[in-house]
């Protein structure tokens, strides 16, 4: 990356950091205001050219008008509108007729004085068109805008519907607030209502705007800087750059954790601290991501650092590197377990209900959020392990040792383990996957499949584990809250709010307010109506409330006896005041019941007072009671009431077993358990259980026992991890790829496809086949699997559908069959009926009277609180009453509650309709959720354990298909012209390999007759050429003896008195020649003796040490041998004679190359090499070689002196060949020449 880059990152950096600070400081809560205002509005607007679309359609008014000739079509044209938010009702006479929705349905349209309408009822706010077309027939269109339920429930959300307004920053403002407010209008300028900004944090595209600046100005700063750091890696400081990306990584975090400004200014749920908070350093899930993401970061940037990071001399091979590798791996160890510790606070420390993996139809965007974070933190984990077995491949050399290192290290882990009373097979399985990892040299590539497979299957079952242990230690918390609640024969729940209820009753305005109204009318049930409404929704709803109000001592209402002396009596004889409220008491009541009172002091004037007695009686909770989950509070999570019924119980009076329910069966005694008091006991698992026990005193022993996870559900775990694990690694090695192309310099747009297509061309056969078999079997899998799910949750949902309209037509039939004798049968008697059924079949009802008006359920809180409207289903009042069927099932909703319900017609001995009932299935969504979960786990567990057979499988046939190609790219690899002829392949079978094999067989037989020619050929050459040059080479010395002989001739002929001192001299120069001739003798008969060499092992060192000897006489030659291996002896397997003639030969022309009159400096340098083999090098000072010489310079008979034979350094290559070694050079001109050996080491190979 070049400085123009780098400066435009810097200002990039800048420019976004700086738009959010300005959008931080510019934008403030008016614009907020009125963004939001602006869009609603519009939306209202839009909605209103819709109803005027309505109004003026003559044809749709004149159906609407005649909706009992024609309710169908009524039906079809309200459902249309209702798509778009527009809900149709018809009054006839100021009364309803017709409604599409029975979740809210006015009584009346009296009332509403304007053509558009603001009506704010008890839990929703609409507006509302209305259109008269008859005299007595009216039209109303509502357009719902708000919830305002005074329940905290998941499924009661009190906001803006979103065809309004999406997002959750405003609230309806009332007539007394102060401050920023808004008026809405109508198009025509009637106002409807006003709006004001809700307390606390807002979320809108001006945050979302700060929220992307800081994200990406963030990211490009750390961009910039480790590209910085890497720069000065290349230069040499690699772990001073690591250190100081570490530090800018660490500062951003801490920057960010201390001014947490995105968590105090956005209000999305990674921010929310009760999705997931656990210390100061991860307190949101927002901490938890960016923390992952940055420990990514840094081992991605060592990773990238790897081949510039230097390990010192001194601790390879050596037993500082061992103890360095040994910390490293205790390192490893250490990091497994800390990042699956903080991997399970993500669910010991959330308030997220639905993250149980094994129910994965319940799983929401928190818990895909979660499964992200576990699949960084994973990657991270594997990354860094490879880094820290890599560097110990360098430290330590030798793969027993490295592997010894790693025993030790998982044995000391396992002791540890054992120690803090963990025996767990954790530490064994991170073992393993350590092992595997250290010997998959190329880490997730495709020629290992296999190997990334079981890692795979390894970290899941870590996952596993550790998810397991996070589920035991909830549950635990769970079992203590069970505990808590038991011992103390309270209903904590209810005993919080009651601390809540009577601040509030103390400040309702409203209800002093309603009291003077009682006060002169005499009437307080509609006081009691309004205390259900809004003090026991949720879960005090299921509490049996009375109200005695008394002012000046005179009760407001007709009771059978005087209230305040009976409950004068309670406080002094029969009950308790709760320590956590000032006016609300216990009373002593029967073993499972929970009775509370409250007697509280209203003043509703200053001279005025009420004193309201409030009772509260509750059975204790019961598995078999039916309790919607739409009235159940948020607030109160203490226990999880969807697990509650696996939970089985057990009270102990005396010793004595009292009371148990669920599964488990206990002792009659409980003289085996443990007997300390005021103490949480975990008891030993059994039968299925886990167990804990609690003493309150010496006379009481409680137990909770909850169920073990089972093996199927395990399985579920490992299964899902595997995939998504499966899944990440694919996506991320899809995505590797993809950025290795447009990475590449030669990447050019136009030649997309050509590199796309290398890309393919470079994946191996085998890879391909395992790929084909892999996605053949998922391809199959994942449609098999589809359709078998769709087609099972079809059958059961049919199934079910059909048993609950038999169950309701069974049901109708008995209650015709009790009032058959009478043709007039009264209302009240419908409901006796009921009300007797539902205690024996434990079963809710709801009973309409013929025209669709409820008169009776067995759940009338839903009613009193105003969840839904006392009006039938209209599309079932319709398949009832118009198209007479006998039952009908529809699904139906209250908020984002969804539950199904059947109805039938109760009709009279005439057949004459004189009633409607109605079965609700408030839990049938969980159990069919459930039931489908059961089914898409047991899917999930079969085909995995099929993926992952056929990962192994698909290996396994790879490596079977590509074998036989295998050898015959190892034979002709090993194919040679050689006088040593090629040995031919075998295959038995007679198929499209064996084919290729006789092919190959047949090459090999032309290839001999072919090389025979071609050696003979050569053969002849060389002998030519060497003949040549011997010729030349004896011609040379025989020349000047022909000379002499011929002067010594003419002198002895002539009595030449120098004779003598001439013979003297000519024999001199004859005994000179004729040692040259024998030279040259030798040195040709030396070269042709090479094939005959003797392998034996040879002291590497000495042998080069003779040489040196040899040659070190010269004063004005300098040899020099450095050992860098760290190694005394060095054995190589070699001819004793070739390999001293080779050094010889090199340092010789060594020597030869230097010119006369400089000092000839010879150094050779002996290096340890990976995989045991050992370079030599031959480094001189001499002239160096020319350019021209290069490509000859190992070709026998080729020489650029004045003399010699051309064979020394053919000489040298040929044993070094011989000894399975290699030797190159490289040369620079006036600067001098190395020589490169490398032989591989005897001693070494057989330590290995």
């Not at 030798?398 to 882990?413: G, M, P, R, S, Y």
């Not at 105003?866 to 009908?888: C, F, G, H, P, R």
Request: glycine share 2%; with cysteine; net charge positive.
């Amino acid at each position: 990356m070049g400085y123009k880059i780098r400066i435009l990152l810097l200002l990039l950096t800048l420019c976004f950091v700086a738009t959010a600070i300005t959008v931080h400081n510019r934008v403030g809560k008016e614009d907020l205001l009125e963004l939001d205002t602006k869009t609603l509005t519009n939306n209202i607007h839009q909605k209103e050219d819709v109803i005027d679309k309505i109004f003026s359609d003559t044809l749709l008014l004149k159906t609407l008008s005649n909706f009992e000739r024609y309710p169908l079509q009524v039906r079809e044209y309200a459902k249309t509108y209702t798509k778009q938010s527009i809900y149709l009702y018809i009054y006839k006479n100021n009364k309803p007729v017709y409604w599409v929705s029975n979740v809210y349905v006015p009584e009346t349209h009296n009332g509403l004085k304007n053509d558009i309408n603001f009506i704010k009822s008890d839990n929703r706010s609409f507006i509302v068109r209305q259109k008269q077309i008859d005299g007595n027939i009216t039209v109303l269109a509502l357009l719902p805008v708000k919830r305002n339920f005074n329940t905290n429930n998941e499924y009661l959300k009190n906001s803006f519907l979103d065809w309004i307004l999406k997002t959750e920053n405003l609230e309806i403002a009332e007539f007394n607030d102060t401050g920023s407010i808004r008026n809405i209008y109508s198009k025509n300028k009637t106002y409807l209502f006003s709006v004001k900004l809700k307390p606390g944090k807002h979320n809108n595209i001006y945050i979302q705007i700060q929220f992307i600046c800081w994200i990406f100005g963030t990211l490009l700063f750390i961009i910039l800087m480790s590209n910085i750091c890497y720069e000065l890696a290349k230069k040499g400081s690699s772990w001073l750059s690591a250190l100081l990306f570490a530090t800018v990584i660490v500062g951003i975090r801490l920057v960010d954790l201390e001014t947490n400004w995105l968590a105090q200014n956005s209000s999305l749920a990674i921010f929310d601290p009760k999705y997931y908070a656990y210390n100061k350093f991860f307190p949101h899930l927002w901490a938890f991501i960016i923390n992952s993401v940055s420990m990514l970061w840094f081992i991605c940037y060592l990773i990238s650092i790897k081949k510039f990071l230097t390990i010192p001399q001194a601790i390879i091979k050596t037993v500082k590197g061992t103890v360095v590798y040994y910390l490293l791996l205790s390192l490893l160890y250490i990091l497994f377990n800390a990042f699956f510790f903080q991997l399970n606070t993500l669910t010991t420390n959330t308030s997220v209900r639905n993250n149980d993996l094994t129910q994965l139809l319940d799983l929401n965007s928190i818990t895909l959020i979660f499964i992200s974070i576990y699949c960084i933190n994973i990657l991270s984990l594997v990354a860094f392990s490879d880094l820290v077995l890599d560097l110990g491949k360098k430290i330590i050399e030798k793969t027993t040792t490295n592997l010894n290192i790693q025993l030790f290290v998982l044995v000391q882990a396992i002791i540890i383990s054992a120690l803090c009373e963990d025996y767990s097979l954790f530490n064994v399985i991170v073992g393993l996957l350590i092992m595997i990892r250290s010997f998959d040299n190329h880490k997730i590539h495709e020629s290992n499949f296999s190997s990334h497979i079981a890692a795979l299957v390894l970290i899941a079952l870590i996952s596993t584990i550790k998810y397991t242990e996070a589920w035991k230690i909830n549950q635990e918390e769970e079992m203590k809250l069970i505990l808590t609640n038991l011992e103390a024969e309270d209903d904590i729940n209810a005993i919080t709010l009651f601390s809540e209820i009577e601040d509030d009753i103390l400040n309702d305005q409203k209800l002093k307010h309603l009291f003077t109204l009682g006060i002169s009318s005499k009437e307080v049930s509609f006081i009691d109506e309004y205390i259900k409404r809004q003090y026991l929704s949720g879960y005090l709803s299921k509490y049996e409330f009375q109200g005695y109000y008394y002012f000046n001592n005179n009760s407001l209402g007709i009771y059978n006896k005087n209230k305040i002396d009976e409950y004068r009596e309670k406080v002094i004889s029969r009950s308790s005041r709760l320590n956590e409220t000032e006016y609300f008491y216990k009373v002593a009541s029967e073993v499972g019941t929970h009775e509370y009172f409250a007697q509280i002091p209203l003043p509703i004037s200053e001279t005025q007072n009420i004193l309201l007695f409030l009772n509260f009686k509750n059975k204790a909770f019961s598995p078999t009671i039916p309790y919607p989950v739409i009235l159940t509070d948020n607030r109160l999570d203490f226990i999880n009431q969807e697990n509650i019924n696996k939970d089985s119980f057990a009270l102990y009076k005396n010793g004595a077993l009292i009371t148990q329910n669920g599964k488990f069966t206990y002792p009659n005694r409980d003289k085996d358990y443990p007997k300390k008091e005021n103490e949480f006991i975990k008891l030993n698992d059994s039968f299925g259980f886990h167990h804990m026990l609690y003493k309150p005193n010496s006379f009481t022993t409680i137990i909770v026992s909850k169920p073990f996870q089972s093996y199927w559900e395990f399985i579920a775990v490992v299964s899902l991890s595997f995939l998504i694990l499966y899944i990440s690694t694919t996506i991320l090695k899809f995505f590797s790829s993809i950025y290795k192309v447009f990475s590449s310099r030669k990447f050019k747009f136009k030649n997309l496809k050509y590199h796309f297509r290398l890309l393919f061309s470079n994946i191996q056969y085998s890879t391909r086949i395992q790929t084909l078999v892999i996605a053949s079997v998922l391809f199959a899998i994942i449609i098999s699997g589809i359709i078998t799910f769709f087609s099972i949750s079809y059958q059961s949902e049919n199934n079910k559908k059909n048993d609950r309209l038999n169950y309701i037509s069974e049901i109708s039939k008995r209650i015709e069959n009790t009032i058959s004798y009478s043709n007039t049968v009264p209302l009240d008697r419908l409901e006796s009926i009921l009300q007797y059924l539902t205690d024996i079949l434990v079963t809710d009802f709801n009973l309409y009277n013929k025209n669709g008006k409820l008169i009776y359920s067995t759940q009338p809180k839903i009613y009193d609180q105003k969840l839904l409207s006392e009006y039938i289903n209209q599309d079932a009042y319709i398949d009832l009453n118009v198209l007479k069927k006998t039952e009908t099932l529809h699904t139906e909703r209250i908020g984002n509650f969804v539950y199904s319900s059947t109805y039938s017609t109760i009709r009279n001995s005439e057949y004459q309709t004189i009633a409607y009932l109605s079965v609700p299935y408030y839990a049938a969504k969980k159990e069919d959720t459930s039931n489908q979960n059961i089914i898409l786990n047991t899917i999930l567990n079969i085909y995995t354990i099929i993926i992952i057979a056929f990962a192994f499988f698909s290996a396994f046939i790879s490596n079977k298909i590509t074998a036989p190609l295998n050898i015959i790219s190892k034979k002709l690899s090993q194919t040679n012209l050689s006088g040593k002829p090629n040995e031919p392949l075998y295959w038995e079978k007679n198929d499209e390999i064996g084919a290729l094999i006789k092919e190959y067989n047949y090459m090999l037989v032309k290839l001999e007759e072919n090389a025979k020619q071609l050696r003979n050929a050569e053969r002849e050459i060389t002998w030519r050429e060497m003949a040549k040059q011997i010729a030349h080479e004896i011609k040379n010395p025989l020349t000047p003896m022909k000379l002499g002989i011929q002067q010594l001739s003419r002198s002895f002929y002539e009595k030449d008195p120098k004779l003598e001192e001439r013979f003297g001299r000519i024999s001199t120069s004859f005994i000179e020649q004729i040692d040259a001739l024998s030279r040259i003798a030798s040195e040709f008969s030396a070269f042709a003796k090479l094939p005959e060499t003797k392998l034996v092992e040879i002291n590497l060192i000495e042998k080069i040490l003779k040489s040196i000897d040899l040659y070190n006489n010269n004063h004005n030659t300098v040899i020099q041998l450095v050992n860098n291996t760290n190694l005394k002896n060095i054995t190589v397997l070699g001819d004793r004679s070739q390999l001293l003639r080779s050094f010889n030969n090199l340092i010789k022309n060594a020597i030869e190359a230097s010119p006369t009159k400089r000092k000839h400096r010879i150094t050779i340098l002996l290096y340890s090499m990976p995989d045991h083999w050992i370079e030599v090098q031959v480094k001189d000072n001499g002239l160096g070689i020319a350019d021209d010489a290069l490509p000859n310079i190992f070709r026998p008979n080729f020489t650029t002196k004045s003399s010699g034979t051309g064979l020394g350094l053919a000489f040298v290559k040929q044993t070094i060949d011989g000894m399975g070694g290699n030797i190159r050079f490289e040369t620079e001109l006036n600067v001098g020449t190395t020589f490169y050996i490398q032989l591989p080491l005897i001693n070494e190979l057989e330590d290995s």
